[in-house]
């Protein structure tokens, strides 16, 4: 029986992931979080690939906390940089195979069109580099591994998202500013899910990098406007009259934001013969789900 380990089992993509692996009667999914595998720790990871001997590693933990990495580049280093290099080694001496999860903020958000795998990179805050020091870090220590690039990251799981945010504060104010010229694809954990699932299982010799986000393109204005009036159409409690856009500028936070994060997703969807849906039928999905659970 093949055997899955999850890092960040935790986290709102992880749990969707080990949520989709799970009833598969062929195969054992193992989900990890710090307690277990501690990401700060390379004894801790070491032990852990020990004891768990998997057959595919699909890593999810990541240090995710933008604007505090500015002030704890050493920790997000340990686990965005060190962590993933330290998986690779361990999948290369097993004969494993490792799928890492990075990110947009790889790029500096200047190109003005989506990037494709083979742009180069250019990371402008200590989030992002960590996450770049990853990629290289695992490409140099098992060139068979995959990386898959994802942004605007929001499901039902996990601690807080835009989506959650944008809830929270609509249920109890009339008014929301939203930053207006940030650009990206808005994705939701189920169908990120479902495509990484796909690589691990029915497409386990693809190796290097590639992009997936959902399709179409958004600012977090629009996304904004979107969630509010999904929302209301299923009933949810809001209290929300006026969402105004405002620029980056107007909103400054301690890291920089790529402008423009729009990843080109045609070589994993062409190997997979799979086009990834709209970002706004993922949001449906998302809030219809969360509807459920309340």
Not at 12 to 35: F, H, N, V, Y
Not at 92 to 114: E, M, R
Not at 129 to 140: F, M, N, P, S, Y
């Amino acid at each position: 029986m093949k055997r899955i380990l999850v890092t960040g089992a935790n986290g709102q993509l992880g749990a969707e992931i080990l949520a989709q692996l799970t009833p598969i009667e062929t195969l054992k999914a193992i989900g990890t979080t710090r307690d277990r595998l501690d990401l700060a720790d390379p004894e801790s990871i070491r032990c852990a690939i020990v004891e768990l001997e998997p057959d595919i590693i699909i890593s999810c933990g990541a240090y995710t906390a933008v604007d505090r990495a500015e002030t704890e580049p050493e920790l997000a280093q340990a686990i965005n940089a060190i962590a993933p290099g330290l998986l690779a080694e361990a999948t290369a001496q097993l004969g494993a195979k490792l799928i890492h999860i990075s990110t947009d903020y790889v790029f500096d958000g200047q190109k003005g069109s989506p990037y494709l795998e083979t742009d180069p990179t250019k990371a402008i805050g200590a989030y992002g580099q960590t996450k770049l020091d990853g990629e290289r870090a695992i490409l140099a220590a098992d060139p068979t591994a995959a990386i898959v690039r994802t942004a605007w990251v929001y499901g039902v799981g996990g601690t807080g998202n835009f989506v959650k945010t944008m809830l929270r504060l609509g249920k109890d104010r009339e008014e929301l500013r939203v930053v207006a010229d940030q650009i990206g694809s808005p994705s939701w954990t189920g169908d990120i899910a479902t495509a990484i699932v796909d690589l691990a299982l029915d497409h386990g010799d693809a190796s290097g990098v590639f992009h997936f986000t959902n399709s179409g393109v958004a600012s977090w204005y629009d996304f904004a406007v979107a969630i509010f009036e999904e929302a209301a159409a299923l009933g949810l409690p809001l209290a929300i009259d006026r969402v105004i856009p405002i620029t980056t500028a107007d909103y400054p936070t301690p890291a920089q934001r790529p402008a423009y994060s729009v990843l080109a997703g045609g070589k994993l969807a062409t190997l997979r013969g799979a086009i990834a849906p709209h970002w706004r039928d993922g949001l449906r999905s998302m809030l219809k789900e969360l509807k459920s659970q309340a």
